[in-house]
């Protein structure tokens, strides 16, 4: 059954954004993410009622996100990375919000320079701080596997950074 267009408005005004913030982080070409963004949301209206019956919503849109992602990467050549700081995502807690400033560019590409799994998991919980178990749902891995993804991240990310810092 196709959602109330007014219902899936709202679903769209509310989850788009986020889902746009995440792929961000894991791709700098925005012809790819927005591709990818728009294919997700044509899954959610595509199985809409199955995404109601959801107990983690997030969770299975990310999930989708990210196969969406791999698809338009696979059909797109890279045409243009985000270099504007402006461009960058916004925390959606306010009282963590990222500064955007200039060097915030480095963590992004700092990010987008991990084996996949390993920037999956460190975008979201950079950008959403969700339960291990909620990334374990949404990579479609175990609660171990988040786990060792994200220490081999932070590992790889602290030396990518103070690189680019000069070891500070």
Same mark, same amino acid.
């Not at 925005?30 to 949301?41: F, K, S």
């Not at 990518?160 to 680019?164: E, I, M, P, S, T």
């Given at each position: 059954m196709d959602p109330e267009p007014e219902e899936f408005a709202r679903f769209f005004?509310?989850?788009e954004p986020q889902i746009r913030r995440y792929l961000i982080w894991l791709e700098g070409d925005?012809?790819?993410?927005?591709?990818?963004? &728009?294919?997700?949301?044509i899954t959610a209206h595509r199985y809409w009622d199955t995404v109601q019956a959801l107990e983690n919503v997030r969770a299975w849109l990310f999930k989708i996100a990210r196969q969406r992602l791999s698809r338009a990467r696979e059909s797109r050549m890279r045409q243009v990375v985000i270099t504007d700081p402006h461009e960058l995502?916004?925390?959606?807690?306010a009282g963590r919000a990222l500064s955007l400033r200039v060097d915030q560019l480095a963590i992004l590409?700092?990010?987008?320079?991990?084996?996949? &799994?390993q920037g999956a998991a460190i975008a979201l919980q950079l950008q959403y701080d969700p339960p291990l178990a909620e990334i374990a749902q949404i990579m479609a891995? +175990?609660?171990? +596997?988040v786990k060792t993804h994200?220490?081999?991240a932070r590992a790889t990310l602290k030396t990518?950074?103070?690189?680019?810092d000069g070891g500070a």
């Open positions: 005004t509310h989850w925005l012809a790819v993410i927005d591709d990818a963004a &728009q294919e997700t949301m995502p916004e925390h959606t807690d590409d700092a990010v987008r320079k991990l084996p996949r &799994q891995i +175990s609660v171990g +596997s994200l220490h081999h990518l950074l103070a690189d680019v």
